[in-house]
């Protein structure tokens, strides 16, 4: 979207827009040479919440809560990867996308908070000055949610645990786009959009995988049908996802190939979103306290 | 799979194999007459149009690729792709219930480039029509006024991403980002940027697309 059509546009129901940017006019034209060219847009829209009397706190929050569920699948990852045994050879490539992807998204999202000045999440035992920053040693994390999933050591374990933290992943990262929500914001929620729809690939593909590896008992297709989890014990994170009620059109009953669309395909066709509340009680377990 | 299926089959697509080439007609759809384009609206109910247009071509091609479905599809794939079928299905009705008199009529559509026989045909085409519309649903979720509508794009636009990763998958195992930008993010492209691939790629019907927002 471009930047002075918003002003614009603005001002047509805000002749006072400028006024209420106090001067920032200046601050406005010479912002481009000032800032990265990717993080601008979001500091563009911490700007105008400023000029609004809003914080950047919603928006701040929002991101850094994604910040801490990328570190999650990130240290994951990395350590599956360099657990010789682990990952059959022909899954690897894969597996070392994913884990390259959720790197980007950190350094992405940092960046974007620290050019909105909010101050970016870093995990406990956090070390700057470490080879692999982003990668958290010791500490941390509890892959295992206290023995109970032996993840390092079983590749259908690892990737039970895998699908469940991204398919949870899609779902807060749409937990958290209301935050996003309205024209100062076009440009986060189109990049949160943009970095969850790489998570619902990541969740897709291990979804495959696991098709492929013989998951036989539920079969997995790469989407989410009904509320099936891959494991009973992981049922929670799956609830809500046999919605299917939109916009109050019963998807249910609208005509599909034949007779009226399958509940299956019906539940499928939209990932539903979670709350942070909700997304924090599903992680907790796996971070050390 | 018993030898006189395929044997049949292969003799299916022989026959259709006109009919592939130049193209499939949905000649059941009322076709756009005269020289007035079909106009899609103003403002979210010309992005709920837009992506009514779109859903419509996508529910097309699964339909078609299901009814004349590639030679040595396997079960799953079948499965799979009926499944991903029905969910455009449900997207496009879903947009239809939603625009209610204002939806556009349903539109010709035409795959001239899609050989629906050939399994790389079908994959990639379906990978490419998927990323075209999840760019497209990026790109039009923060133009809409109604944010309850901006939901519903958020909703569907991680399934598409979950099907076009899958076409990937499937013609090329761990390809599934095949494509993505260089921060690992998707892209995003204006309605009538994607609009315009769409009409050039799929759709006979000409619209009247002047009020839609970018």
Known sequence: ?289 | MESGYDVSRRRFFQLAGGIAGAGILFSACKKTSGPTDVYIGSGDTALLNYMYILQQVEAAFYTQAVVTNYYGISQSELQLLTDVRDQEIAHREFFKALLGSDAVMPIDIAFSSVTFADRTSVLTNAAQLEDLVVTGLIGAAPLLTNTDYTREFNKMVTVEARHSAYFKDVYAYNTFSTGVGSNAMDHSNSPSAVLAIAQQNYILTKFDSRKLPN
């Open chain 1, 1 to 289: 979207m471009n930047f002075r059509n918003i002003l614009a546009e603005i001002e047509k129901t805000d002749p006072e827009v400028y006024e209420r940017l106090s001067g920032r006019r200046d601050v406005l034209r010479s912002f481009g040479s000032k800032v990265a060219a990717a993080a601008l847009p979001i500091a563009v829209g911490s700007m105008f919440k400023k000029a609004y009397g809003k914080t950047t706190s919603a928006v701040g929050d929002a991101l850094n809560f994604a910040l801490k569920l990328e570190y999650l699948e990130f240290n994951y990852y990395h350590v599956a990867n360099n657990t010789g045994g682990l990952i059959p050879g022909s899954d690897q490539p894969g597996f070392q996308t994913i884990e390259a992807h959720e790197l980007s998204h950190i350094n992405f999202l940092t960046n974007a908070l620290t050019t909105m000045g909010v101050t970016p999440y870093t995990p406990k035992n956090y070390n700057a000055a470490s080879n692999i920053p982003a990668y958290i040693p010791s500490g941390a994390y509890d892959f295992t949610k206290g023995g109970t999933y032996h993840v390092f050591e079983d590749y259908k374990t690892f990737l039970i645990v895998a699908q469940t933290f991204e398919d949870t992943g899609v779902r807060a990262y749409q937990g958290q786009m209301p935050a996003f929500f309205g024209s100062a914001n076009s440009t986060v929620l189109q990049q949160a959009l943009e970095i969850s729809c790489v998570e619902a690939r990541h969740a897709a593909h291990i979804r495959y995988v696991r098709r492929l590896s013989g998951a036989a008992a539920e079969y997995p297709a790469p989407w989410i049908t009904n509320n099936i989890p891959p494991i009973v014990a992981l049922q929670a994170n799956y609830l809500g996802e046999d919605n299917v009620g939109q916009e109050g059109i019963t998807i249910t009953s609208l005509p599909g190939a034949s007779g009226t669309i399958p509940q299956a395909s019906a539940t499928a066709a939209f990932d539903e979103p979670l709350d942070a509340p909700t997304v924090l009680a599903l992680v907790t377990p796996f971070f050390i306290l």
